[in-house]
């Protein structure tokens, strides 16, 4: 009988398996946003900051990074789904967002632009953005502030590269989006685009995890923590 029953707690026990207990980590990425996730055309490997600094944090919690590649706009709610147990993608954190899940502590401190066409000599910031067509991210802060101004056309699209075409082609006039990222994208095509007056938010990109995640939260801001006091994410940024 004794045996029988350390039989039956063995099973009830495989079955309870938690995020903390676990070899490898699910990380749900959006994998288009230079440089913070992005895949190198030459490796087809997923390259940028926030996948250097998930795996390094990985690496200091004893797991293996698996990163899952999936659009932003449906990020959160497959993390609620539990497809994946994490989620970094140049994500800030919001009251809004904190409704649905935890985030970390901060680890990187952003900011909305505007880029428009290099040939353009009209829009010189916000004021110069009433009336126009402004292409931004489905489900970003760049969605949401732009939306908030008045008398313009706001067009969403899957990924910001698709905004930075069109914006090139001139179906739109201007794109509203992550300081970092923006610059990133100009700098491969500098003949194209420009950004126009200055960072206009002020963002911090958080790694989230769903709200029962309690332990995995304190172990990745205790990694964290450890990244900042060894000088690992300020060289992080340099890179």
């Known amino acids: ?32 946003y230079p440089p913070f996730e992005t895949v190198d055309v030459t490796t087809s490997k997923l390259v940028g ?12 919690l004893g797991k293996e990074p698996e990163f899952i590649v999936v659009p932003f706009d ?3 709610s497959g993390l609620k789904q539990k497809k994946y147990d994490a989620v970094i993608s140049a994500m800030t954190i919001t009251d809004e967002r904190k409704k649905e899940v935890s985030f970390s502590k901060p680890y990187y401190l952003a900011g ?6 290099k040939a353009d000599k009209n829009i010189y910031g916000i004021e110069e953005l009433k009336g126009k067509k ?13 939306k908030s101004i008045k008398n313009t056309k706001v067009i969403s699209y899957d990924n910001i590269s698709a905004a930075f075409i069109d914006l090139e082609n001139e179906r739109i006039d201007a794109v509203i989006n ?16 420009k950004i126009v007056g200055d960072v206009f938010t002020k963002e911090y990109y958080g790694i989230a995890v769903r709200k029962k995640d309690g332990e995995l939260l304190a172990m990745i801001n205790s990694a964290l ?5 060894s000088g690992y994410l300020k060289n ?4």
């Open 134 to 146: 402004i292409g931004v991210q489905l489900g970003t802060t760049g969605e949401m502030q732009a």
């Open 112 to 117: 909305q632009s505007i880029a428009v066409r």
């Open 236 to 239: 992080l940024k340099t890179k």
């Open 49 to 60: 900051f926030d996948i250097d600094l998930m795996t390094e944090i990985c690496k200091r």
């Open 178 to 193: 992550d300081m970092a990222t923006t610059r990133a994208i100009i700098t491969k095509k500098s003949d194209a685009f």
């Open 1 to 32: 009988m004794i045996k029988f029953l350390c039989f039956i707690l063995t099973i009830i026990l495989s079955g309870c398996t938690t995020v903390e207990n676990t070899k490898i980590l699910k990380i749900g990425t959006d994998a288009t």
């Open 74 to 76: 449906g990020i959160i």
């Open 225 to 229: 923590t450890e990244l900042e006091k």
